[in-house]
């Protein structure tokens, strides 16, 4: 490769390695911990749980100890084997029930119909969804609905703190933070009501009741798997707020246990993300000379195999993409060892994501949880 091509790569890996250590400064400014405030309106919290007998008490028994606001929690059964409902009973708090969800419907993803139909036993004003892994803390119902009437937002979500406990895990979970952090720009997303800067995280999202009734609540996506893309958007549509607060101080999730969970479980809704013909390729330039190329151009240079100007190009880039990501880490309170996997992390990223579009055509099918769902928006 020419000396002028090797520079002209590198120049283009430091323009995308800027884009999102941009973005990282100015969301990681404008993504607070909400401050709670005492509600007297009634937060319901809401737990659709399958098979969740390892989880499952710890979650409850943390979103009862919510302080602040007075809550109920309902958790649906869905057809859990394990049990999951006998130990939520066990529990005896009169504030909780737990309830078994009827037959999925012809049509529905199980999660979604899990979620329409405990929300439609709810009596709260605010809706507080969260998966059966999450622990909330103390003031996390609180400090949400505080940042809903502040905001006059009818959805408020946040990522929790991720818990890896293995590689697998260090490889795969924390480009949540990064893509959401470094690739979607908060200050933009609360001053227009584009349905494209919608985004939330579907373990952890409140709603305003009548908001979500509004737009159809879970039925209204019954047939896909992305929560966190599909609502917030649908409610920017209709003409509502929704935002993002820092969630790590909130929550603490532990959503994949191993490298092969992780891999199944990022795979499930890639298709309602980016691995889509017209996203993926754009994202694998973004990120590929962003977060992949650098490194490897640093190397090379090392070796003298590319130009002066390439060599410095490249060390502002991975530059750039490290302290990005360092940034991103402490401030989600991730493992310090993500920092220097973070190349590889991109790299399995877009793995994930080729080879569920790749497979699509002949896949054509998402299986999680037992169940195997046809793709939609593929």
């Known amino acids: ?61 943390a979103a009862l100890a919510s302080t602040a606001v007075p809550v109920e929690v309902i958790v649906g059964d869905d057809h859990s084997t394990d049990g999951t409902a006998e130990i939520v009973r066990g529990l005896g708090d009169p504030r909780l029930r737990v309830v078994p969800v009827p037959p999925l419907p012809e049509g529905w993803t199980g999660k979604n119909h899990a979620c329409a139909h405990i929300a439609g036993l709810a009596e709260g004003r605010y809706l507080l969804f969260i998966d059966a892994d999450v622990r909330l803390e103390p003031e996390a119902a609180a400090s949400l609905v505080a940042q809903a009437r502040r905001a006059d937002a009818a959805l408020v979500s946040g990522v929790p703190r991720q818990c890896t406990g293995t590689l697998g895990e260090m490889l795969t979970v924390p480009m949540i933070d990064f893509l959401l952090v470094g690739f979607l720009p908060v200050p933009l997303m609360r001053r227009r ?46 003409g509502y707020r929704t935002d993002l607060v820092a969630g790590a101080g909130l929550a603490t999730c532990r959503m994949y246990r191993g490298f092969s969970e992780a891999w199944a479980g990022f795979s499930k809704n890639a298709h309602e993300g980016m691995a889509t013909p017209r996203a993926l390729p754009v994202w694998t330039m973004l990120l590929g000379c962003g977060q992949v190329l650098p490194p490897l151009l640093v190397l090379a240079g090392l070796f003298g195999l590319i130009p002066r100007l390439a060599l410095a190009a490249s060390v502002a880039a991975c530059a750039l993409s490290l302290v990005s990501r360092a940034a991103i880490t402490l401030a989600v309170r991730a493992p310090l060892a993500t920092i220097p996997l973070h190349p590889a992390a991109v790299l399995v990223a877009l793995a994930i994501q080729w080879n569920v579009l790749l497979r699509g055509g002949r896949a054509g099918a998402a299986t999680w949880k037992g169940r195997t769902y046809p793709v939609s928006g593929a």
């Open 1 to 61: 490769m020419s000396d002028p091509i090797l520079t002209a790569l590198a120049l283009l890996c430091l323009l995308a390695a800027a884009l999102p250590a941009i973005l990282t400064a100015v969301n990681l400014f404008a993504l607070r911990r909400p401050a709670p405030e005492a509600d007297p309106g009634l937060v319901s919290i809401l737990i659709p749980a399958r098979n969740e007998a390892g989880n499952i008490a710890g979650t409850v028994r």
């Open 193 to 238: 009501p584009d349905p494209a800067l919608g985004a939330a995280c579907g373990q952890l999202i409140l709603f305003e009741r009548a908001a979500y009734a509004a737009i159809g609540g879970h039925g209204a996506i019954r047939g896909f798997l992305h929560d966190g893309v599909r609502l917030p958007r649908l409610l920017r549509a209709a």
